[in-house]
């Protein structure tokens, strides 16, 4: 069964830090480029960043580059997103998805993650 687990989300304030961890029981999990998007209420989910399936090409939204980082490590078959300097408009509900496609649009994704919350205050 395919699963996308994410975790590591939470409250913190306005130039903090989080890393979220997504699992994947997806196999083979190294044929998947890996993405991680993120919706905030009355918005819909919009592209953060992905990373290719040997995590070398990575491309990032313009609102996050120089602030987040996206990687994985294959052998513990799991995607990672550290998050720096957050600001308040970063606040949302963060997934992480899986497609075999290059891409930044949600339709071309084929799993998903329930979901992390990351709430920041100002």
């Known amino acids: 069964q395919v699963q996308l687990v994410e975790s590591g989300g939470g409250l913190v304030q306005a130039g903090g830090s989080l890393r979220l961890s997504c699992a994947a029981s997806i196999r083979p999990f190294s044929s998947y480029q890996m993405g991680w998007f993120r919706q905030a209420p009355g918005k819909e989910r919009e592209f953060v960043v992905v990373?290719?399936?040997?995590?070398?090409?990575?491309d990032y939204a313009e609102t996050v580059k120089g602030r987040f980082t996206i990687s994985r490590d294959n052998a513990k078959n799991t995607a990672f997103l550290q998050m720096d300097s957050l600001k308040p408009e970063d606040t949302a509900v963060y997934y992480c998805?899986?497609?075999?496609?290059?891409?930044?649009?949600?339709?071309?994704?084929?799993?998903w993650g329930q979901g992390t919350q990351v709430t920041v205050s100002s």
């Open positions: 990373i290719s399936r040997n995590g070398a090409i990575t």
């Open positions: 998805a899986a497609g075999r496609q290059w891409s930044r649009r949600t339709q071309d994704y084929d799993y």
